[in-house]
């Protein structure tokens, strides 16, 4: 097996979130905008919901890159936070570097603007350095899909495991009993489709009790 | 001129949703259910803030045809709400053409699912009683890009206008002046794109005054 | 109004199936295989439900256009079927002319293989000797989506209605209470999501009733 | 009805092929070059085939925009050729529409490259001087999908018809039994699948009498 | 060879049916739902022709994923029916694991629905535990395009064999000799072209018995 | 005729140029950027070529939406610039229609950003008050298909000409022969394709005269 | 590496054909009919040209699946041709290995349809066997673009190299030199647009020595 | 890991510009023409920006394929220029070689049209002979995403990077501080987005210090 197995682990898994920030995200066009926010305050939200060590990062928060999405910095107002004075891979700044080594977690879930570069260089080098990364690649977006498959191809070649954020959820979770209502919650405020089969499910419950 | 300009006027339109319920959502594939719901959302929220009136219908809801988005209920409390009993054209319905009526609006915006029924139907009653029909397009689903098509081309070949949420609401606001925080606050709340401007924007701008 | 509102009446409609042969059908790839067959057997259904007048025409039924669809010939066993000896449109046939008019119906439900030839060729004629004519786009399948949309446009600047055959169902059928049953059945047979719906609300309804 | 049903008629019907030449042919990006060459030559094929009247023209064919598509010189030897020199509306050139009138035609089936310039200059002059005009979509190429439709919505609100190859060779034809030989052949020398069907039928037909 | 051939043999094989739920069906939008569920019945179908042990298993059925598809429940009455209490890997389940090593099978076929989670879960503890793993692609559904890509991904560079159910069928049976009638009814059941292709050639088959 | 040819005419046509702000170009999402950009400086090239009064507006140029993209102000230094203190509908600035009247133009050339709302509500107000009105589809940008398809859908049936850039320059210029390097340049300038016809052209012509 | 660069080499390539034949032609819907039939002619005109040794085969060649294409049986008059009685993968036929092994090469090029079984299964038993398989992915067709990415992901895990003709034949060419004529003639024959510049040089080129 | 992180270095990396020239770009047509001009320019310019060796060459430029981009003529005036009499692998151009082995570098970066052949037998070749290569995929072009995809696989499999332009920009400036105004530049000149967002960004800045 080229890649074998690793079960994502909600004691030894940490999420780094690099450069969502208004400007960059008129960049991203390989997702449609409302699907690509959705996306990302999914993640955000898991990562809050299964109390995940999360780091975030910007480049040139004050330049025309903008401000990170606010509604990041709402859910995570303890977080480490990076503002990188220039550095393009993340983890050529010591500071981010040090900050997922002071998590203990040697499972890191990665999502980010653009794709082939704000995810790719960091997910790279983490490899490199031997922790299991797994990129988010809806929550990641770039130029189009020739820029996101270029990317992809890369980061697989090197031994990153791709996933979507609902899965990562899934895996982090194991077992509905451990937080069914907890569960059932993120997945309704982020997957309109589940939302409708519970208000579907639950009218007619009513209804049964009446 | 086939069909001329008709403008929308603030104090002349009315909304009709048509039948977004839970489980008839499900069938919606033309558009991706993030960004469905969203402009769903957006043509309520510009009813409201427009203060235009609203008629709610439904079709089965205690079926499988599922409730009523919760959503609509919430933002129209006291809006005229027209559970149909079965008739497949709500202008079959004598209470919601009542209600069409009450409104005393001679331009009627409408949206639904599924568009070649739940709206086409209504529309063209509408129109051929002398109504100014306004189809808000993105806000109306349906199974596939043919039954879309198909019925895009019926109701426009009948003297329907085709329009979306955000061109509605423009041609309803005339100036921008009239209320600059509102529409913005508006468009922000349903345009990603929109509100990264205003967040980059407004970031500079408080930058300025330091 | 263009082409104004035409109701489909269910006492003055009847349908036209042209050319829908096994040979034929390797033509059509504007349309998925396991979706246009399924529409056409919808549209064979619905014909059958509402008990319209149906008629049958093939063209070289022999060589290699191949056989009419087998489930056609089932569902309507007694219906005029007319296989023409060389006419490509089917209203140069007169023994098909002949048995359009003995249904006495003024409105005329047409599809086939393909749209620009075999449906719009008769749809055109009828159309010009003043009937209704009403095209089920997704019934009708041809080459690609340049001879499809070519096609549809020349039917629609003549006055075809362009419709579906959910579309036509349910303009058909008027109201629910006419037949509940027989209706929900239609749909549940020929459209996954809306039998989905069903099993899934006859589920939690038996569980209530334990 | 807008555009009433005119019905081609090989006696009263002349093609007009319009700059289909070598290097204009490297702008045409909505149809993919295999299919697009196979309709350009489907439609000189079936113009000599009914015989029609066929008048070729050419844009500064010993410029940039290269010569003519040398098999259309091959299958028109005799036909008038009329290299425009400089005029970008065939129908600005007196050659051109002495030609035209000296077919004594008045449906015109038109095709070229590309299609808002080539095909709709003059498809619109025609129409405005009384010619009933045929566009050829699928033998007519342009840049893009945008400009293609927009040059099709301009050509059909003017009045014109839009046809393909497949259907002008069924329109002029009428009835198989004139010639099922000839007809057959034009259709499987161009369309695969026809060609895939007789061959099939035919072997089995000739196991049959073995 | 990262992954080298590994035959499917019909002795050694075993159906793994994941989460075919009505309402997990309702997030399924990275295939057509006419053409879902035809993969789905027609890998049940083969498996039924083939006799292989299937298992089938759901999550919360009673809930708001809705029952299994009924379809499943008639064609496996006796198989294995593993509703899991919460585990959402399939795998996490002792039940399930103990009915497939019941079968004895070292080749596990597994689809579900969705791709990344019901599907990739499981799959990837199969391989890890030394199984053999052939995922159905095409009866296997979820969220989009994206999703779809990053799950083949990391299934595939696990060591996962990516398959669709024509592929398995022929894969499995070897040789049409075994029973050309078996199998020729199997893929006309579920692929209208090869029926299409079946109707005609009986018919002229039958033409020359005449 | 719905809408009968009206041809451009460079001495009595206008362009309008409507909110190309740097911000509102990340709402524009139905054209990749760099084609969309390519197409307005088309535009802007061609109206300066043929020496077209031309008028700019923008709305709100210091807030979010943006400065008016640059090179259009370095285009055009002399030509009216109305910078909207609020009106949504360029139309109803009276400076707009004072600076539109002036030209003594009846022709007007419309393109802008967003199309359902900065180009339609001016155009369908030109038209209304007896203007010649044509959209320069490809210059003007959306959200997505949905919002284009419906503006498209109201201004053609408004009786607005649907052309793009290059449809439009040829319309004007009329014949090669009145400047062929003019025209040639501007192709060049703007069309890749044609560029590398020139040079390969030119490159053999070079070799010739060695 | 994983696949370490195989040189494709004249003297040691073998062309297998599988199964293109006329009834099977239309199961293939992921690439259309005008460029698939090309495509394969393609591939036959390369392998002739190159003197390649070529073996073709069939299934049930007298029934539904219908003849090899005539022009495959014309190309090839002497080379082996193995009507297969009933194995599905060619390999399992004894005397398809028999021909393979005495053409003496080792390097198999392989095109067929469909392409997850008639060529997925005979490419991975020679790669099991030790032979270099390169598969010509455009002249191998199937019904969707699913299948044909799980085949191709199986292949190329396997070790098969994905090549198209256009690159087969490159390869096999070395140099230009070796014969500028026939690879010429081969490309003009198969590529329009390369058809197109060889016409615009050669135009150019003959004026110059007038 | 099958490919692990090879970072690309500026003082080890050189460019490869294969075959980019005027006739083949019009094979070009897996990317729109004005997006991959705009690809190939800014690759060339980030060349030139990094000061990196660079060697261009073309295969018989004289005939129908067609002189060099002359815009990469004039940014590269003095780089090595080997026009190959007749190899279509670069790599076999001793020439070429000597001029890759002159440069001293380990990296090299390479693009070309057409992908499958002027890319990927000089990309395969050198990494056979111990380079690290990296594609350019989106500053590569070639016919359609068939052939896109094989060429793709059959380098990744290899062991080449895939990467595209503005990946390799990043990865090799590695630090903003290192020149933000040179980067920015590059950026702003070949991303309209990009290049919005410092205008947009700009003006208030601007507007500020007033």
Redesign the interface.
Known sequence: ?????V?LDKENAAVLLVDHQ??L???V?D????????NVLALADLSKYFDLPTILTT?????????L??ELKEIFPESPFIPR?????AW?NEDFVKAVKATGRKQLIIAGV?T??CV??PA??A??EGYEVFVV??ASGT??E??R??????M????A????W??VA??L??????D?EGLGTLFSNH???????????????A??TD
């Not at 928060?61 to 401000?67: A, T």
């Not at 979770?173 to 451990?178: A, E, P, S």
């Not at 997957?191 to 419950?205: A, E």
């Open positions: 097996m080229t890649t074998p197995y079960r208004a400007g995200l008129s960049l066009r997702i449609d905008p409302d699907k690509f926010k959705n480049s040139f928060e004050d330049g025309p890159n903008g401000p999405l606010p004075p220039g550095q393009i891979n050529d653009v082939e570069v790719a260089f790279l080098s490899i490199a690649t809806d130029f189009n020739v820029t498959h270029s990317a992809w191809e890369r697989s070649a090197a031994g495991h791709l996933m979507t609902f899965g899934a895996e979770h194991r077992d509905w009993r451990n069914v997957i309109p489709d589940y939302r409708n089969l519970i208000n579907s499910y639950t009218t007619v419950q209804a049964k």
